[in-house]
């Protein structure tokens, strides 16, 4: 990396390119999903080590469910693997949580989701936010109702509703994100942080999910260093 970087301090990322790296191989998608897992563990402790403090990754949206069954299961199975290994986190200083509609969740992995959350991972550097049957437009409808139900009990009026009215009631409960990457050769946001996405710079990269890299990250992190952002100033 070069010594110019600017670091941000919410990044998020599109997953994306599972099916596309295991069709090349001859290989099942799951496999794809399987190294793709592998490689957000490297990505998250890389964050950790250099000291981002909030990384969400896209692992499953709410559209997904339209997969084939076997690789809905795979991925879920992934899930569960990964999770189950954060029994051993202790001292990772990675915090997990997970944001989405948790509603049509086995309640195995409901458990695991939540101790996973409620993990001691001493000090926390980095907190990963996994976005796990997650959609924006979601998202923003999930917050609209939760804002109703205090308008219903009298908590709140409608004239206190603002931005940060919208915001606080999200899914996500970390600062809104500074910088999306998304692999694999698409350009499009496909319903990821839709709201907290309004200022992010955008980094699209020809690689593929799994084969992507430590120095993939940092060539994201260089585009977003010389970005200029003005916020809608001048
Ligand atoms: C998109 O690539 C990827 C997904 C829908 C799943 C992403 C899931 C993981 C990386 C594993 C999650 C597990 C953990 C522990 C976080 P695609 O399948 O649409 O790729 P394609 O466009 O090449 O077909």
């Known amino acids: 990396m070069t010594d110019k970087i600017i670091l941000p301090e919410h990044?998020?990322?599109?997953?994306?390119?599972?099916?596309?790296?295991?069709?090349?191989?001859?290989?099942?998608?799951?496999s794809g999903h399987k190294k793709g897992a592998e490689v957000f563990e490297n990505v998250s402790r890389y964050c950790r080590d250099i000291g981002i403090k909030y990384l969400t990754v896209y692992a499953f949206s709410t559209e997904n469910w339209k997969r084939p069954k076997d690789e809905v299961e795979g991925i879920m199975n992934l899930m569960r693997g990964y999770l189950k290994n954060m029994a051993n986190a202790?001292?990772?200083?990675?915090?997990?949580?997970?944001?989405?509609?948790?509603?049509?969740?086995?309640?195995?992995?409901?458990?695991?989701?939540?101790?996973?959350?409620?993990?001691?991972?001493?000090?926390?550097?980095?907190?990963?936010?996994?976005?796990?049957?997650?959609?924006?437009?979601d998202e923003?409808?999930?917050?609209?109702?939760?804002?109703?139900?205090?308008?219903?009990?009298?908590?709140?009026?409608?004239?206190?509703?603002?931005?940060?009215?919208?915001?606080?009631?999200?899914?996500?409960?970390?600062?809104?994100?500074?910088?999306?990457?998304r692999p694999s050769g698409e350009e499009r946001l496909s319903n990821f942080l839709l709201w907290e996405s309004a200022y992010s710079e955008f980094v699209f990269m020809d690689v593929l999910w799994p084969d992507f890299t430590k120095a993939d990250f940092d060539f994201a992190l260089e585009e977003y260093s010389k970005r200029n952002r003005r916020f809608g100033g001048v």
């Open 90 to 137: 202790k001292n990772e200083h990675i915090a997990v949580r997970f944001i989405g509609d948790r509603t049509p969740f086995d309640k195995d992995l409901l458990e695991l989701m939540e101790e996973a959350e409620n993990a001691d991972v001493g000090e926390i550097t980095t907190t990963v936010q996994i976005a796990l049957n997650y959609g924006g437009r």
């Open 11 to 30: 990044v998020g990322i599109i997953m994306d390119g599972n099916g596309r790296w295991a069709k090349k191989r001859g290989l099942p998608r799951n």
């Open 140 to 181: 923003i409808v999930h917050s609209v109702r939760e804002i109703a139900k205090k308008i219903a009990s009298g908590e709140i009026s409608p004239e206190d509703i603002d931005e940060e009215t919208i915001a606080g009631n999200l899914y996500s409960k970390v600062p809104e994100c500074d910088l999306i990457i």
